[in-house]
Nanobody
């Protein structure tokens, strides 16, 4: 199983980005999904999460500016971020809890990370 994240880049403050993360390989089902970020010198933190049923949770720092969504048919996770701030600069990682077979346990998988840089 591989998680491929994309959509990062350099953007000016106030701009927008849409991150994507697609799971490929032997994927039977995906439970919770989430986006995390890690800024230089800081610990990785949760940005937003979404359950299989579509219940969402956001970090206070991005509430009102971020929208997490998923396409279960495509095994893909999205994060739309608007009104970006310099403090949003970080490497963004996707995470998925998924099963590879009907009887396999749910394991956590991480994407490789995509850099988001917001200039002031």
């Amino acid at each position: 199983v591989q998680l491929q994240a994309s959509g990062g880049g350099l953007v000016q403050a106030g701009g927008s980005l849409r991150l994507s993360c697609a799971a490929s390989g032997s994927v039977f089902s995906i439970n919770d999904m989430g986006w995390y970020r890690q800024a230089p010198g800081k610990e990785r933190e949760l940005v937003a999460a979404i359950t299989r049923g579509g219940i969402t949770n956001y970090a206070d720092s991005v509430k009102g500016r971020a929208t997490i969504s998923r396409d279960n048919a495509k095994n893909t996770l999205y994060l739309q971020m608007n009104s970006l701030k310099p403090e949003d600069t970080a490497v963004y990682y996707c995470q998925m809890g998924l099963r590879t077979t009907p009887t396999a346990p749910t394991n956590i998988y991480w994407g490789q990370g995509t850099q988001v840089t917001v200039s002031s």
